[in-house]
């Protein structure tokens, strides 16, 4: 399934490429805000919206099954946390759809049901243990490793993400010696995600700082080291935390973001900004160009980031990157 959706979203950005043609291949749905964990640098918890219930949840995704959609992203705070992912998970299976799934690994020991019915994991890992649980609670480093653990048994591709702050930048190396070879993300800690500027400010490293070690990520890439980020990504990243270059935009042309409630966003820069309840509008294209950005000045998710380069290659760079974006989920 995974190969079928894979040749689905190369063919849908040489659609896009060739023809203009927009269809919603890519859907972030943020299940649930609720989360069993409070990390220093992130503010997601604290958003309010309304859960959709298992039958509003199956009927939005039905209708972005039905306009063309790929690829979803099972994510929130914490999707586990949510009664019925396990449902969601096993709808967009049956309608052969790839699913990832992002969760901070606490609950899959107890919720591994769900592997059967998705292509691939995310967790985060922000450095060794003392630094991990110091980020992200007590506690959360061993969760990882058991959750790594029980996706591995059960043949489930799992990526990493590490987010890059004050707090871990001196962890690179460890970093990749807890990895055991998996592939990782980087992403600088993102000021939507954290919410409010005193949680920001206190997660923040000074720029140099930061540069400094994406260059060294750079140059650990290059040496072979399981980097998922491009080095497109990276060279865009040295501006952190501002960015002068914009990049071309895939959001509400080829992929979005929906909340726990229906509503429909562009990417994770919009986490608290326009949103608009997709059964609002009579398709899911209309909803999605009510939500498309305007006049963006950076790219802030490594995801989106990731996505929105594959669109300045030109058709046959884009292809090939949007190749290496999904080669860690074969």
């Not at 070690?213 to 072979?224: E, V």
Request: glycine content about 8%; some cysteine.
């Amino acid at each position: 399934m995974i190969k079928l959706s894979r040749t689905g979203l190369m063919i849908d950005v040489a659609k896009y490429w060739a023809f203009n043609r927009k269809a919603p291949a890519v859907l972030g749905f943020d299940v649930t805000y609720r989360c069993n964990q409070r990390c220093s640098y992130c503010g997601v918890p604290e958003f309010q919206a309304a859960e959709l219930d298992a039958e509003g949840a199956l009927l939005h995704l039905e209708r972005f099954i039905k306009a063309g959609l790929r690829f979803c992203i099972l994510g929130g705070a914490e999707a586990l946390v949510r009664e019925d992912v396990i449902e969601l998970a096993k709808f967009l299976k049956k309608h052969r759809i790839a699913v990832d799934l992002n969760t901070n690994g606490f609950l899959l020991p107890q919720r591994q049901e769900i592997l059967q019915y998705i292509d691939g994991v995310a967790m985060s890992l922000d450095g060794p243990e003392e630094i991990h649980d110091k980020l992200r609670g007590k506690g959360a480093y061993a969760a990882v490793k058991r959750a790594i653990e029980v996706a591995k048994k059960a043949k489930v591709p799992v990526r990493l993400n590490c987010t890059l702050t004050k707090g871990n930048l001196d962890f690179i190396d460890q970093i990749f010696v807890e990895a055991q070879g998996l592939p990782i993300r980087f992403q600088p800690v993102n000021p939507v995600v954290c919410k409010d500027t005193d949680r920001f400010n206190a997660a923040a490293p000074q720029p140099a700082q930061m540069q400094l070690t994406l260059k060294k990520i750079r140059r650990l890439k290059k040496a072979g080291a399981p980097v998922l980020n491009s080095y497109r990504a990276l060279d865009y990243y040295m501006e952190w935390p501002v960015y002068s270059r914009k990049v071309a935009c895939g959001s509400g042309r080829l992929f979005c973001r929906m909340d726990p409630s229906g509503a429909i966003y562009s990417c994770a820069g919009e986490l608290n900004g326009l949103h608009t309840p997709l059964m609002d509008h009579p398709t899911v294209m209309d909803a999605m160009k009510a939500i498309e950005p305007k006049d963006c000045n950076a790219c802030l998710c490594g995801g989106t980031l990731e996505m929105n380069l594959l669109l300045e290659g030109g058709p046959f760079g884009a292809l090939l990157e949007a190749q290496a974006l999904l080669r860690w989920s074969r």
